[in-house]
């Protein structure tokens, strides 16, 4: 499975993105979904995760309210859409695969990433 991401950018406090994640070379239903983010000098953190279907999603506290994280398995693509953003959300964001069809958070339980967009909020 190939993980493709785009969207990111630099963006004002405050402001808005939408990332994308395109998977190929697999089953995209057959996958939970995750988005991570690492930040200069810190470890990679989970930020969101959706299960195989959809229907289930998770949330880090420290972006609740602001990311919503979504999937179309039709297109097999997985959504992060950010606002509200803080200049510590500044990271590099990025997705991956599980063949664990329920919501998972641990790096461990991944099996595919993609090489990452960078997000950058400064004014």
């Known amino acids: 499975v190939q993980l493709v991401e785009s969207g990111g950018g630099l963006v004002q406090p405050g402001g808005s993105l939408r990332l994308s994640c395109v998977a190929s070379?697999?089953?995209?239903?057959?996958?939970?979904m995750g988005w991570f983010r690492q930040a200069p000098g810190k470890e990679r953190e989970s930020v969101a995760a959706?299960?195989?279907?959809?229907?289930?999603?998770y949330y880090a506290d420290s972006v609740k309210g602001r990311f919503t994280i979504s999937r179309d398995n039709a297109k097999s693509t997985v959504y992060l859409q950010i606002s509200s953003l803080k200049p510590e959300d500044t990271a590099v964001y990025s997705c991956?695969?599980?063949?664990?069809?329920?919501?998972?958070?641990?790096?461990?339980?991944?099996?595919?990433w993609g090489q990452g967009t960078q997000v950058t909020v400064s004014s």
């Open positions: 991956a695969a599980s063949r664990i069809l329920r919501v998972v958070t641990t790096v461990e339980s991944y099996d595919y």
């Open positions: 070379g697999g089953t995209f239903s057959r996958y939970a």
């Open positions: 959706i299960n195989y279907s959809g229907w289930n999603t």
